[in-house]
């Protein structure tokens, strides 16, 4: 990357932009690949450098020396609550509305057969086409399982906030779209759903740990939401489940395991949900992945949200100036909203040949994600990207769409995971 | 422990079956803590050598240097089905009928409503009292969702056979009990439903990896089972789901998320289930788990399963006569049945004391388990248990009893997991 013409945004004012950044120092907690622009953290997170001896730790000392002692020597047991505590304040809930367990589609499932318990008289289960794909898929589940007790809406984003009505038991959202990243207005959803005496259930995949959040000054009833994005617990992390704490006594899972049962080690026959959040947790927590994402949250402890959204918000502004500024040339199409507060911490541009572009991009050394049919993704992870890796990304993609390299067939095979 | 005067079987007895055991080797697989015997390998089993290694590698390299790349490059997309094509010849499946996916739990609810689905004009899902709390509490769960559409009928393991009748779409039992060792009869009660129009569901959690089982063989339809007892995934490793071939188009899973997508990646809107055995994935799959339970079952290879399983009961035979004959002063009594062919890998006695005395035991480097109300359980894991440490749990056990030590209140201290 050679020296800049333009005069601002220039690579050297998004240097002074690093100087600057209250955040910066956070990216030594990380185990980077040299030479690499990581834009995917928001698919799965970049390591943390201090998990990998966390996980050791687990293996080799809590497993290998504590064998079955350390579910009370190390507190195993505890650790789906432990952890769901320190991911309480990065989304605006308390200590004991929080746990993690299970994977984001089995904890939807629980959310919204709870959601529907709490609302005996009413069907309607309410979400917009093209929510991702997981939760569309569970929902269709729930649907199919159930029979005539649910009806599944599908409304567009348009015309959904009308169509929350005294039919409604519950509105499942994602809050930051995974395509395009536009938002959700969390609190006016909420509020007419609650106005409507529906309940809300809000998918926190693409904004925890990206966003500031606060589920409790916006009234939000349920939640849930990833472990491997923003999070940075490793692939495939356990997923967090929130639940109000006045909804906690009457919410009910249909995923009726012993870890949610009142004394699990009684052995007794009959279920007893434990009493508030732990009642969500079903079968025997994994704990490698649990200390692995304890290890991620940990990198947050006492980093200011706020910081963090305006960050990931201006990284994303910076690279939606440089792509049409200096990409101009080339058939892009911004495909997520431009106006800052619509947008959660990605930015999505559509192409023809995007899959080739970003096989090619990918190839050059910068990493974002395809979305099938047409959508380069690009994600703005704050704690560990620099405003210069914006500069720096965009160049390649220039690079890539002024050579046309990217026509290369090589460029167009599809892998397994897109 | 000082020289025996009983004849036979004696200590040197016992070291002389070890040095004729072509199981010995495989000790030298496993990390054990030195001065210690673990006789509850049947509860978390014991770490293999490699497990380290491999889950640092899966850290270091393929998340932290290969990032989201390694879905592909490291094929994690794989895993679940690699993994479960390797359990399968422990269990008598086929590769193509195993699938690594949740927890024992999760998998129990979505075998048993998938059994609901196949048998649309039954009612009656059928199990025993007493079956593991979790497997009893699932049920429950699942027939507090479906309302009229299910009942859940309990009956005595002596009724229970004929119990199964037009009206049952499924029998639900754990293949060896989780207390007494008791194994169910799997070829006659499969029969036996099957004569009736119903499926067999069997929960393998103390059986894989530890007795030569035959699924296909006796017409197994659906099973699963936990990854971290005799299989040494490691704590609360991912579980395994058995789909016969014959089932697999037609079983519907309730918890239909994208890893059991036909084609996940084309981000569809509707579900269209995977063809086989996958769609019973569910979300994204935890690959720090799975990474450890690969290692676990790794250990297994080119192991005869026969072998296995005569070891563990010849262990459970062995431990049986010597605590009866050695710690006959003692108001110990057998919980597990005394015929052989009739056990699991674990033996059970029960004790009015039993919660100290298994304390006292661990405190002085055996550790074994207890389960409420009065039962001491030892797991006998045939891959790294000797005979001679048969022998000499059973005098660290007289020594307890003797000394009445058991009765010092710090072993009566009650942890949150016992």
Redesign the interface.
Known sequence: VGAVSKPDPSRDALIARDALDPLAPLRESF?L?PG?I?L?GN??G??PKR??AR??EV??I????G??????TH????APGRVGAKIAPLIGAAAHEVVVA?????NL?KLV?GALGLRPDRRVILTE??????D???L???A???GNRVELR?RPRAELADAIDEETAAVILTHVHY?TAERWPMDEITARAHRRGALAVWDLSHTAGALALDLNAVGADLALG?G?KYLNG??????FVFVAERWQEAL??????????AA????????RPAPGVRRQL?????????A?LEAGIDVFAGVDMGEVEAKGLALGDAFIDLVETRCDFANLTLESPRETARRGSHVSFRHPDGYAIMQAL?DRGV?G?F??PDILRFGFTPLYLRFVDVWDAVETLRGVLASGEYRDPRFNRR????
Not at 102 to 106: E, L, Q, R
Not at 234 to 239: C, F, I, L
Not at 255 to 260: D, I, K
Not at 415 to 418: L, R
């Open positions: 185990d690949p690499l990581y995917d698919s799965l970049a390591l998990t990998a996980v050791g293996v080799d809590e497993w290998g020396a064998l079955v002692r350390s579910w009370n507190d195993w047991i505890g299970d994977s984001t589609s089995v499932f057969c086409p093209g929510n991702f794909p997981t569309l898929y569970v269709q589940g729930i199919n399982l159930l599908l395509k990833c491997y490793g692939p495939g992390a356990p997923s009910a899972s249909p995923l009726a395991g012993w870890m949610g049962h699990p080690f009684d052995f007794v026959d009959d279920y079903c079968g025997t927590p994994g704990i490698l992945g649990l692995a990918i990493i994600d979305r099938a892998a397994a995971v897109t």
